[in-house]
């Protein structure tokens, strides 16, 4: 079992950047696939961004590609993401997820064993 605690998130103006932290429980951190996806205001919940186990694959979707970057440190049981250029459109609660690929090379999109509580990413116009 792994748990997921986010933080990070708050209030930042159009073109601003926000750092995002997930820190995770457990010995097995090492070996899993990490995730972040967020969900809008009446949309579904979406992909945006991955890493595999060692932090040298990741995957990104097209919207923040260029602007964010998902990289992870092992030794603190943590994943970051790192938010530049934010767009109003950005606005959503970001929610980090473990996969419980146990040191596959494949970067995921859907499939997520694990997920935190979330936290709020206002980006204001």
């Known amino acids: 079992q792994v748990q997921l605690v986010e933080s990070g998130g708050g209030l930042v103006q159009a073109g601003g950047s926000l750092r995002l932290s997930c820190a995770a429980s457990?010995?097995?951190?090492?070996?899993?696939?990490m995730g972040w996806f967020r969900q809008a205001p009446g949309k579904e919940r979406e992909f945006v961004a991955a890493v595999n186990w060692s932090g040298d694959r990741t995957s990104y979707a097209d919207s923040v590609n260029g602007r964010f970057t998902i990289s992870r440190d092992n030794a603190k049981n943590t994943v970051y993401l790192q938010m530049n250029s934010l767009k109003p459109e950005d606005t959503a609660v970001y929610y980090c997820a473990a996969d419980r690929s146990y040191y596959s090379d494949v970067v995921p999109r859907v499939g997520y064993d694990y997920w935190g509580q979330g936290t709020q990413v206002t980006v204001s116009s």
């Open positions: 457990g010995r097995t951190f090492n070996s899993y696939a």
